[in-house]
């Protein structure tokens, strides 16, 4: 009960007064199945882009963490191929830092910094961390052909029309 009345209470807040460049909402009507889509930032190789996130909220929540993980394809030291996010605040302690006084609105809020400041140190993907460490114009390049591939407009609008055709 507690659970569902919290959730209810961080839609309704993330509805009427989202963080800048963040959306998110029930998926089919179900309070513990969620979607989200973060703006890349400006200035970020993922500026314009449109990405889109699945939250799963577990039993437990507030006292366990949403599972979190991009549908859209990123190109990003910390985020891998799957979609998943190497985030502290998204795994209990002691390894993470999630506590039950965080909310929904705070995660997506730290993704998107994540987004636009990655830590090569503590990466899932071990190439592109080296690239982003190593060789930072070539990682640009790639992620921001990656933003413009899978999470611009103009690709949304082409895959419509080709499932509408």
């Known amino acids: 009960?507690?659970?569902?009345?919290?959730?209810?209470?961080?839609?309704?807040?993330?509805?009427?007064?989202?963080?800048?460049?963040?959306?998110?909402?029930?998926?089919?009507?179900?309070?513990?199945?969620?979607?989200?889509?973060?703006?890349?930032?400006?200035d970020t190789p993922y500026e314009k882009g449109i990405f889109n996130l699945e939250i799963?909220?577990?039993?437990?929540?507030?006292?366990?963490?949403?599972?979190?993980?991009?549908?859209?394809?990123?190109?990003?030291?910390?985020?891998?191929?799957?979609?998943?996010i190497c985030l502290d605040v998204l795994k209990l302690p002691p390894k993470g830092a999630w506590r039950p006084s965080l909310n929904i609105s705070t995660l997506l809020t730290s993704i998107q910094l994540l987004m636009a400041e990655p830590n090569p140190d503590d990466p899932l993907m071990a190439d592109i961390s080296s690239e982003y460490k190593y060789n930072k114009q070539l990682f640009l390049l790639n992620a921001k052909e990656w933003t413009e591939k899978y999470a611009s407009q103009q690709t949304r609008v082409r895959n419509t029309l080709c499932l509408l055709s």
């Open 1 to 42: 009960m507690q659970r569902a009345s919290r959730l209810k209470r961080e839609l309704s807040l993330l509805t009427t007064e989202p963080p800048p460049g963040i959306t998110c909402w029930q998926n089919e009507n179900q309070l513990d199945n969620l979607r989200a889509q973060i703006l890349g930032a400006a």
């Open 56 to 84: 799963i909220v577990p039993e437990r929540y507030p006292f366990e963490p949403p599972k979190i993980c991009f549908l859209t394809p990123i190109y990003h030291p910390n985020i891998d191929s799957a979609g998943r």
